[in-house]
């Protein structure tokens, strides 16, 4: 599932998820036995804060230009996602969060914009 707030960005996932599939059913066609089959993927055009991600096992924040405000409010519900959940942040790391994280790893790479350090957190407990 993918939450885009910026309904420009929405609908350019919903083209790509639209190529994806119809190239994977090409090829099941041509090669049945080497494919499993299509995963469901769902793209919303809101406020990822109004919705329920507690049962994700990873959560991707492009958080380069998000508000210390916003981040802050990653780290809240990010509490209530379940342990050995990773949540992996460009650019800044969860503010304020429980002892139950770690970061695992930390590290910079070039992404379209330019260079950002990418933050991979996991929950422990």
């Known amino acids: 599932m993918g939450i885009e707030y910026l309904q420009n960005l929405h609908l350019f996932g919903l ?4 190529d994806y599939s119809s190239k994977l059913i090409e090829f099941q066609s041509s090669k049945p036995d ?12 809101d406020d990822f804060l109004k919705h329920d ?20 409010a990653l780290s809240k519900k990010a509490d ?6 990773f949540f992996v ?9 429980s002892d139950n994280w770690t970061i695992c790893d930390g590290f910079r790479r070039l992404m ?14």
């Open 34 to 45: 080497q494919v499993p089959e299509l995963p469901i993927m769902e793209l919303i055009n």
């Open 89 to 97: 942040t460009f650019t800044k790391k969860l503010p304020e969060l």
């Open 53 to 72: 991600w507690s049962s994700s096992s990873l959560i991707l924040a492009n958080s380069t230009c998000f508000s210390q405000e916003l981040m802050l």
């Open 112 to 125: 379209s914009w330019g260079i950002a350090t990418v933050y991979i957190h996991k929950k422990i407990s």
């Open 80 to 85: 209530e996602l379940r342990p050995g959940t």
């Open 15 to 18: 083209e790509i998820i639209k």
